[in-house]
């Protein structure tokens, strides 16, 4: 595939090589990553298992969010197999193309983080190595947004960049990505006044001297 020399904005870069890389992206991510079950187990805890043989058949099936969802696998295709409707939001048509090919049983919108005006209450939602592909200006107004649709009680996992690195770009499959992220202790903090508390918060990469930034994870609960 010719290398696309078209320039972009900050705002339309990561949909331009998202989309581009797709085909590549479904191949190679479909399995988790280090200790991404165990994160997903921990924010499931507590959601009854709408699933055959578990007695909760007849029970509403919680929602989840999947936010920046790519092709829904591996996160909203372990939440389905747990018994969960899934709700997922992507800013690349190919990757949600990819998603509805894989799981038609859930609902799949094309819109960015920003745009998505969070008006489903969710009993969980999923951030996963998306919201440090938007400037850390807007993490807050987002976080906030997401909390407010969490019902009390609702969990959030999500993961931040690892360090306090500026805003940088990077590539990956011969594509630019924009990267940026507040440092995990200031997430942390923002996180304590959204009136969440911190149920894990780790390192899924250290930080290093090249080009790895480091990237931490989160699963925290909505207080109430």
Not at 96 to 116: C, D, K, M, N, S
């Amino acid at each position: 595939m010719p290398h696309d020399t078209t320039p972009h904005s900050i705002d339309t870069l990561n949909l331009a090589s998202y989309d581009a890389v797709a085909p590549q992206w479904n191949t190679a991510r479909h399995a988790f990553y280090g200790r991404e079950q165990a994160y997903l187990d921990l924010l499931l805890e507590g959601i009854a298992p709408a699933v055959s043989g578990t007695g909760h058949e007849h029970a509403a099936r919680p929602l989840v969010l999947d936010a920046g969802c790519g092709t829904g696998r591996p996160m909203a295709e372990y939440v389905l197999r747990r018994g969960c409707n899934v709700l997922g939001i992507d800013q690349s048509p190919a990757m949600i193309g990819l998603a509805r090919q894989h799981f038609p049983q859930a609902r799949w919108l094309v819109t960015t983080l920003e745009a998505y005006p969070f008006d489903e209450a969710c009993h969980a939602v999923i951030l996963w190595d998306c919201l440090f592909h938007i400037p850390r200006a807007r993490h807050a107004g987002i976080l906030a947004r997401v909390v407010r649709v969490l019902h009390p009680g609702g969990r959030l996992m999500l993961t931040v960049g690892g360090s306090a690195h500026p805003a940088f770009t990077d590539t990956m499959f011969d594509r630019e990505f924009f990267y940026d992220s507040h440092p995990p202790e200031r997430v942390a903090d923002m996180l304590r006044g959204l009136s969440c508390d911190i149920l894990l918060h780790e390192f899924m990469n250290q930080p290093a001297s090249g080009r790895d930034k480091g990237r931490c994870a989160f699963v925290v609960r909505k207080k109430g």
